[in-house]
């Protein structure tokens, strides 16, 4: 693990994680616009979609929601 990088790269990565490795994902990060704001967009909305899973998976949603699916079975047979 603490070999350093090698000294040259290789003329083509035949490999994904050669590919990976050889990805210039700094400066896509540093010169584009749409990672930044995507990195953001993904940062800001994450504690939106928790307190919405939340409020989804609580007991009394899904008690309601089975009680709601048992009326709808016994409707039908």
Known sequence: MSDPAPGRPMKYPYTFSAKV???PM???VQNQWIWRYWM???AVSFPVF???HKMANSPENVSKWAEMR???AAAHH
Request: net charge positive; hydrophobic share 45%.
């Open 21 to 23: 490795a050889q990805f």
């Open 26 to 28: 700094k400066f896509y």
């Open 40 to 42: 953001i967009g993904i």
């Open 50 to 52: 928790v307190k919405i």
């Open 70 to 72: 048992k009326k709808e």
